[in-house]
């Protein structure tokens, strides 16, 4: 008879074991901050409300629940059904293609949220601007972030300037921001982390300055105050994006 009873009790105890154990991981996920997944994409309706200084606004707050953990839940398949026949983004992103700076992650945006363009060291370029005016000009994006990031490879690779195959042409447009860096006083050199933060911060500064030099369509949007072009710096290691005010 004692046989029979453990056995019930035991397995009581392990259910209730799965349970806790499955609510704390909700909580350590930061799934209990959000109610229901996410199924809205943005609309022509909620892009034609938004200014350039909400979407700024909004992306910090996206920032937050990044670096929270509580980054929100979102129902994928629905979103894929909703934006099907349109998109209406509010923001362009032109980050470097390092694997540890994801912009939908950094600021808690899905499906049909954002433009993302991603190159080895943020650098402008023909393609990259024909781009940008097509999402500013004929999709109704309201910002573009220029967005580089700690401890660049790109960045490092140009101070050592480097040759190699089509990596050299690249690097040659990260020059002017090292050109720009020749009066910081110090070792010159990659491994000198504040130097490489400077370069990093005159690459992203240097970007924003050709958007609007070789693109008359995105410097007029900007004078007129249809969008923004701002600039920012991400974080490696605390996940925190730095707008450049």
Do not use: W
């Amino acid at each position: 008879m004692k046989r029979k009873l453990i056995i019930p009790l035991i397995v009581l105890a392990f259910c209730s074991g799965c349970c806790t154990n499955s609510e704390n991981n909700k909580k350590d996920s930061g799934i209990t901050a959000k109610t229901a997944p996410r199924e809205h994409v943005l609309t022509a309706g909620d892009q034609a409300k938004l200014t350039p200084d909400q979407v700024i606004s909004e992306l910090k707050e996206g920032n937050k629940h990044f670096t929270g953990n509580t980054l929100t839940l979102n129902n994928f398949p629905e979103q894929i059904k909703k934006s099907v026949d349109a998109q209406f983004p509010e923001a362009v992103i032109l980050s470097c293609m390092d694997s540890r700076v994801p912009p939908e992650y950094i600021f808690d945006k899905s499906i049909g949220d954002l433009f993302v363009i991603r190159v080895a060291g943020n650098i402008i370029n023909q393609d990259i601007l024909g781009s940008m005016e097509y999402a500013c000009k004929e999709s109704g994006a309201k910002l573009i972030i220029v967005m580089g990031h700690q401890h660049c490879g790109a960045v490092k690779a140009a101070i050592e300037d480097i040759k190699l195959g089509n990596i050299t042409g690249l690097l040659q447009k990260i020059r002017p921001a090292i050109e720009k860096s020749a009066s910081f006083q110090g070792e010159k050199s990659y491994k000198n982390e504040e130097y490489l933060s400077l370069v990093c911060l005159n690459n992203v500064v240097a970007s924003m300055s050709e958007i609007k030099t070789r693109s008359p369509i995105l410097k007029e949007m900007s004078d007129k105050g249809e969008i923004r072009i701002v600039g920012a710096l991400y974080e490696l290691n605390t996940g925190i994006v730095k707008f450049l005010e």
